[in-house]
Nanobody, 126 residues
Framework: VQLQASGGGLVQAGGSLRLSCAAS????????IGWFRQAPGKEREGVSS????????YYADSVKGRFTISRDNAKNTVYLQMNSLKPEDAAVYYC????????????????????WGQGTQVTVSS
């Protein structure tokens, strides 16, 4: 099982990035998928998630209205579209899959997730 997170980079404040989480050896539509981020010196925090059914989407208050999570079952990939990026969004972003947690009503904690991608760095310049 492997999750591959990609799409990070350097962007100016107000810009956009789209992160991708591609899976091999695992069907993402059978799992709740979460995006977490961790900035230096800070704890890992939940950013957004999509439930196993796809019917529940969660966004942290800090990203509501700016980030959008989506899933392409045919490509076995989950995306995180990030718009209007702010310097405080800068972090390493990780995607994770949960085999047992449904993904509802919220993202749950990191311990709910069984498989993790390697992380992709997002840097936002002011």
């Amino acid at each position: 099982v492997q999750l591959q997170a990609s799409g990070g980079g350097l962007v100016q404040a107000g810009g956009s990035l789209r992160l991708s989480c591609a899976a091999s050896g695992l069907t993402l539509s059978y799992h709740a998928i979460g995006w977490f981020r961790q900035a230096p010196g800070k704890e890992r925090e939940g950013v957004s998630s999509i439930s196993r059914s796809g019917g529940t989407l969660y966004y942290a208050d800090s990203v509501k209205g700016r980030f959008t999570i989506s899933r392409d079952n045919a490509k076995n990939t989950v995306y995180l579209q990030m718009n209007s990026l702010k310097p405080e969004d800068a972090a390493v972003y990780y995607c994770a899959a949960s085999q047992y947690y449904s993904g509802s009503p919220d993202i749950g904690g990191p311990n709910e997730y069984d498989y993790w991608g390697q992380g992709t760095q997002v840097t936002v310049s002011s």
